[in-house]
């Protein structure tokens, strides 16, 4: 059996005080594997595009506001496992589509990066040192298709392909950046199958099965490639569906973490080692928390 036992819970919501006696509506974009850092977003009144404020937490330092981004049209930052780098992008909502990443440091403040000549691309993980990232851009306005990417500034931008699918979205990648985790779409006449896949330069490709029939969503890996976590598709109504966490390995299968599963999950990540795991939920009262604990696979 597969089990999750929590051992610290915080309630970020409760450090981040209101503004002007409105109320506020706190959302956590990422999460270091050991719950230390975090980055998110804040709005006063709630989901005005206008107030958002963007904040990094850290145990040593706690709430910091990321003045640079302050009115930013700022999406899907993540961060590195020691708060010192942030990645994100940048959307253009008059267009309706990603316009460009940035990364995000202390030190230097925000470094605008562009869009690498591709059309919608977005930042979806982070290496553990902040030096990588991967993530998914628009390859063809037509199909649509999708295409996972990985960039670091040694080696430039990589589009890995749809590997093999209709359209690839790298959505994970290990501390080390050796493992890439994601999801891919297939089209097979009037129906879709989507999945999860875990990838690396030296074994290639491995699909993750879909969980009762429904899309998984890997989100992170451990170093070694052997435990992934993620989301899937629990239950879905006429609008959108609610999303349950999940850990996979090839001996296990994918199992639901059914001590979680009753959160809203906006975030879950796997330690290097595979055996710790943290991540960010919202509850029913609309407030943002940040848990870890230990994984245990047996």
């Known amino acids: ?23 506020k509506t706190v959302r956590i974009n990422d999460v270091a594997y050991d719950g230390s850092a975090a980055v998110g977003s804040f709005a006063n009144p709630p989901d005005k595009y206008d107030g958002r404020r963007f904040f990094i937490y850290t145990k040593s330092s706690g ?5 640079a981004l302050r009115g930013q049209p700022a999406v899907g930052m993540r961060i590195s496992s020691n708060g ?13 589509t ?36 991967v993530g998914d851009f628009i390859y063809s306005m037509t199909t649509p298709t999708y295409h996972a990417f990985r960039y670091s500034q040694s080696r430039g931008f990589e589009d890995l392909g749809a590997m093999g699918a209709d359209s690839a979205a790298a959505r994970g990648i290990s501390g080390d950046a050796r493992w890439v985790a994601g999801h891919l779409h297939f089209r097979k006449g009037p129906s879709h199958i989507s999945h999860g896949f875990v990838h690396s330069e030296t074994t290639g490709l491995h699909h993750i099965p879909p969980h009762f029939g429904r899309a998984a969503f890997a989100s992170s890996i451990s170093n070694d490639g052997s435990v992934v976590v993620g989301t899937y598709h629990a239950e879905c109504g006429f609008v959108e569906c609610t999303d349950a966490p999940f850990v996979y390995t090839r001996q ?8 979680i599963s009753a959160h809203s999950i906006a975030r879950i990540v796997v330690s290097p080692d595979g055996t710790q795991l943290s991540g960010a939920y919202m509850d029913s009262d609309l407030e943002s928390y ?9």
């Open 1 to 23: 059996p597969t089990s999750f036992v929590q051992l610290h819970l915080l309630n970020v919501s409760k450090l981040i005080p209101a503004l002007h006696g409105h109320p």
């Open 63 to 67: 709430i910091q506001e990321i003045e």
């Open 84 to 96: 010192a780098v942030v990645w994100g992008s940048f959307y253009d909502y008059r267009r309706g």
């Open 98 to 133: 990603h316009a460009g990443v940035f990364r995000w440091t202390r030190e230097g403040g925000v470094e605008e990066l562009g869009s690498f000549g591709q059309r919608g691309l977005k930042i979806e993980a982070t290496s553990a040192d902040g030096q990588v990232v």
């Open 252 to 259: 296990t299968g994918v199992k639901t973490i059914l001590e």
């Open 290 to 298: 940040i848990f870890t604990g230990t994984l245990v696979i047996e």
